[in-house]
């Protein structure tokens, strides 16, 4: 039945929280002109307002989220991003996968930002939630869906099949609805893709905040009061943004084949640069706050990384990146939108800007080489330009588009090898931050002159030179560039490390954010300088083959092909590959795909076999996403058995294609990192030529390269598959085929009926063989068998030992709580302000 | 001269030090024609050609010339002018490669006769399309 209820609703709220977006903005614009008496009346209009848009929002994402859970395809969004497959969790991330789902999901975290705000603040209520309700109001737009001659406002996520696609089904009948959708993309479907857009948009919601006060403040003329309510949340937004980072790298390490959690992608480089950009930000912002210096600085890096993360959504989301990046994502015709929402406030900002500048206030004394605004200031600069760096050339494909709009003709493509391009950059940029937040907290917290900062840098630089000697010779690290790092790094951990003993000793955990904060990011450093400087392929070049040219044979072939049950030297390890797995539920471990049996019924299997205590043969069993295939690969050290990783791959038709996720064995210094690149398509085999053997019972011969012996044949009085009639006979030969340490035992069945004869053969998929009992010789005591062969079962896999990325992760961790501890810090400064009455 | 002034000069510097680099190790859109004369001229710069995999009457892909261990193979693209090139690649074949619409190789030519490929970028039919035919399909 075709319903089209919920997409009305959906999009009747849509309206309503477009309309009233509008309507807040107005509304609170009065409330700040109103005089004391009006002000009261216009504040609570202003809030019903807003109150009547956030409900309208959480309502869209309602309806669009009902749409997805009852499987409702006549809606052309679950019917693309979803399917009757999918688990509750999975069907979260159909919610954003698609562009309109994912302006919601900012809509409402946007909403409650708002509400928060309007709880949290007395004074600055009106300015601040102009910006948020226009903000607001270009965000709706984006799935306003609306049509006025040749202009189309925003892409509905409420559209139906049948006004989104032109299939010839809709002329026989306009209410035909799909039986399932073409499912959601297997590459989110891991649990970090349900948890890291939440988080990002978040992050990139928030930035909204700080730039919130700032309009406000340069509106309202409190061209410095602004920073003090917005320190907090700069701080809470940097926290998130980059929170959501580390996910999609580890999301990117834990599901894609890329081989790493970073690849300097279009799509990673628009999240990293306004985050950098905000980082900087809240330096300078803290250092205004202690010394009345650096308030432009601050108001400049506020603007831009606001700006920044419309920039990132208009490169990711107008398909302007196209062929430069492996993420695609569809253009739905919103870029110009895209730029408008950008324009706009990029427009505002630096108009207010303009217009204040020469009330700002700004310091004019030079600043001291020994003083911490100095070098507070060196490292937000460093920031902005590692930031400069990094989306100068994330934007040629936007340049591209600009001269080609203009009836132009470039060529100009990104760097070829993007890893080493801007490795080479970033890493000098990381060395110089790490050596600048060594030396800056020890400015940060006293007085400091050349004596006085020659004593208190020479204990820490000492040991940190040890510690890094110990590094150094014991993990093997004789690049000059990365000793240079390892020094770094060591030097910030402990140089930190020391401030954060001292503040310990001395007052509260509160003031300790900063030096949590620098101790992750030597951390981080010295975490990416082992996990990627040193990560190391261990199936590099093992086929033994030489090549027919010389060229070809100097490359290095990065992979390993494993036939089945064929032991393979790699490094250390003999590895063996045991054929694909799926997950039942209910088992704890994967199950050998060749005891199971599809049904046309989605996700249930038959059982060809008992398997443990779990199920037992002929038993219906459970999937959990049938289309996933897990190839068990067992590595031994000294003939044991030291563990089995299992790799992914989904063939997803409804996608088109195959999509391959890696396995890890996680060891406490080092991880192991494996993933299939190819496999065999055993779908539609091409069988060779017939090979006839005849052999007696108890001989043994060889089929293909198998060793294989006849055990014997006996008559069956019934078959599983078959209803035997009167007179019928059949004979069941048994044919054990060895494979390396595997035994397999075949079972071709030949049945005769009234004179006439049948066959049923067995084919062994992973032997890739087809074998029929093709005739009984009873005077010679021969059976004959036909045996097809195919090719046996392989994976094609890369395996790399990525060592110490566990101290890469520790040290995100430590980072994400010193930034905690610096907002609940800053909130709480804030609040104790506020509450004496101070607020401004 | 003030110390901020030589700070402003060093921020420039190194800012002008960004640009030159993005500009000099920008890669370029090239065909195999050009691409081969870049080859000849000595320049060894990666460059991107974008393509499509030669195709028979039926529409099969033609000239996949996978090696015996898998791991790396040959095939034949055919640049937005037509001209036809052997690419060779150092990675076992990616899984939708043969129905790719367009692919895009980043890499340079080894010798005359082949196009070695550092990376492939493959543009698969759009999920627009594919909605359509598989709607129309039921």
């Known amino acids: 039945m075709l319903d089209t209820f919920l997409g009305d609703l959906g999009h009747l709220m849509t309206i309503i929280a477009f309309v009233s977006s509008l309507i807040t903005a107005y509304a609170y614009f009065k409330t700040y002109q109103a005089n004391e008496i009006e002000k009261q009346s216009w504040i609570k209009f202003s809030r019903i307002s807003f109150a009547i848009h956030g409900i309208a929002t959480v309502l869209i994402a309602g309806s669009l989220f009902t749409i997805i859970y009852n499987h409702r395809f006549e809606y052309f969004y679950a019917y693309s991003h979803s399917s009757k497959a999918l688990p509750v969790h999975y069907m979260i991330s159909s919610f954003w996968e698609g562009q309109e789902g994912a302006f919601i999901l900012w809509m409402f975290w946007n909403v409650i930002l708002g509400a928060f705000l309007i709880r949290i603040n007395k004074v600055w209520e009106a300015p601040v939630m102009i910006v948020f309700a226009l903000v607001q109001a270009f965000l709706v737009s984006m799935i306003l869906g609306v049509v006025i001659g040749d202009l189309k406002i925003g892409s509905s996520p409420f559209i139906l099949l049948r006004d989104a696609t032109q299939a010839p089904i809709f002329q026989v009948n306009p209410d035909f609805v799909p039986e399932d959708g073409t499912g959601l993309n297997p590459l989110l479907q891991n649990i970090w893709m349900v948890i890291h857009p939440p988080t990002l948009f978040l992050g990139y919601a928030s930035t909204l905040v700080p730039f919130a006060f700032l309009m406000a403040g340069l509106a309202t003329g409190k061209y410095s009061e602004w920073i003090r309510p917005a320190l907090p949340w700069a701080i809470f937004s940097a926290m998130i943004l980059g929170m959501g980072i580390i996910m999609g790298a580890y999301w990117a390490y834990v599901t894609l084949n890329f081989g790493g959690y970073w690849n300097w992608d279009p799509v990673e480089n628009a999240v990293y640069v306004p985050w950098l950009v905000l980082v900087a930000s809240i330096h300078t912002m803290i250092t205004f706050k202690k010394s009345a210096t650096a308030l432009k600085t601050s108001i400049v890096l506020v603007i831009m990384s606001f700006v920044l993360v419309l920039y990132a959504t208009f490169l990711v989301r107008s398909g302007v990146l196209g062929d430069a990046s492996v993420h695609s994502f569809t253009d739905l015709g919103l870029s110009g939108q895209l730029l408008i929402y950008m324009l706009f406030f990029l427009g505002v900002a630096v108009f207010l800007s303009i217009r204040a500048w020469k009330h700002i206030p700004s310091s004019e004394r030079e600043a001291s080489v020994y003083s911490r605004e100095f070098w507070i200031f060196i490292g937000a600069t460093t920031l902005g330009l590692m930031a400069f760096q990094v989306i100068l050339p994330t934007s040629i494909p936007a340049y591209n588009a600009l001269i080609e709009s203009f009836g132009g003709i470039s060529n100009m493509a990104p760097p070829a090898d993007q890893v080493e391009f801007y490795t080479k950059f970033q890493l000098w940029f990381a060395i110089a931050l790490a050596l600048l937040t060594a030396v800056g907290q020890f400015f940060w917290w006293q007085k400091m002159d050349k004596s006085k900062l020659k004593n208190a840098l020479i204990t820490p630089y000492v040991i940190s030179l040890l510690f890094s000697a110990a590094i150094i010779v014991f993990a093997k690290v004789f690049d000059w560039k990365y000793i240079i790092l390892v020094v770094a790094g060591t030097f910030t951990i402990v140089a930190n490390a020391t401030i954060l003993a001292k503040l310990l000793k001395k007052s509260t955990f509160k003031l300790a954010g900063g030096s949590l904060a620098h101790i992750g990011l030597g951390m981080i450093l010295i975490g990416i300088m082992f996990s990627s400087g040193y990560s190391d392929i261990i199936s590099v070049n093992m086929s033994g083959l030489t090549y027919s040219n010389s060229w070809e044979d100097e490359m290095n072939k990065e992979h390993v092909l494993l036939w089945i049950n064929k032991p393979t030297q790699m490094k250390d390890y003999t590895v063996v590959y045991r054929g694909r797995h799926k997950k039942v539920v209910g088992v704890p471990e994967y199950v050998p795909a060749r005891i199971l049996e599809t049904t046309p ?205 566990n101290v890469l992760w520790i040290g995100t961790i430590i980072m994400l709580i010193g930034f905690s501890v610096a907002i609940f810090r800053r909130f709480d400064e804030f609040k104790k302000m506020r509450d004496k009455g101070l607020e401004v | 001269m003030k110390k901020g002034h030589i700070l402003g000069l060093g921020i420039i510097a190194i800012a002008i030090v960004i640009i030159m680099t993005s500009i000099g190790d920008a890669s370029s859109y090239e065909d195999f024609d050009t691409a081969k004369e870049m080859m000849l001229d000595g320049e060894v710069k990666a460059i991107h050609v974008v393509g499509e995999l030669k195709k028979d009457d039926t529409g099969e892909v033609v000239g996949l010339n996978v090696r015996e261990d898998k791991v790396s193979f040959t095939f034949v693209l055919v640049d937005n002018n037509g001209t036809e090139q052997e690419v060779f690649y150092n990675e076992p074949v990616p899984a939708d490669f043969t129905r790719s619409e367009s692919v895009v190789v980043i890499g340079s030519y080894k010798n005359e006769e082949i196009f070695v490929a550092d990376k492939i970028l493959m543009k698969c039919p759009s999920k627009y399309q594919e909605t359509e035919v598989q709607a129309a399909g039921m």
């Open chain 1, 601 to 805: 019924e989605v996700n249930k299997m038959i059982a060809k076999a008992d398997y443990g205590e779990y199920f037992k043969k002929g038993e219906e069993v459970d999937i959990v996403l049938e289309e996933n295939d897990y190839f068990q690969i067992d590595y031994f050290q000294n003939e044991v058995l030291k563990f089995s990783l299992s790799p992914m791959s989904q063939f997803n038709e409804g996608m088109g294609g195959l999509i391959s996720s890696p396995d890890s064995k996680i060891y406490l210094n080092k991880d192991l990192y494996t993933y299939v690149a190819a496999m065999n398509d055993y779908s539609d085999p091409e069988w060779k030529d017939d090979e006839i053997y005849e052999v007696a019972p108890g001989e043994q011969f060889h089929v293909a390269d198998f060793v294989t012996y006849f055990d014997g044949a006996e008559v069956l009085e019934e078959m599983d598959d078959y209803v035997m009639q009167e007179g019928d006979i059949a004979v069941k030969a048994k044919l054990r085929i060895l494979d390396y340490d595997i035994e397999k035992v075949l079972e071709p069945t030949f049945i005769i009926r009234n004179n006439q004869v049948g066959k049923l053969p067995v084919i062994d998929e992973e032997l890739g063989l087809k074998v029929s009992l093709e005739n009984i010789l009873p005077e010679e005591n021969k059976f004959v068998f036909k045996v097809n062969q195919y090719q046996k079962d392989y994976v094609v896999m890369k395996a790399i030992v990525k060592p110490y990325i």
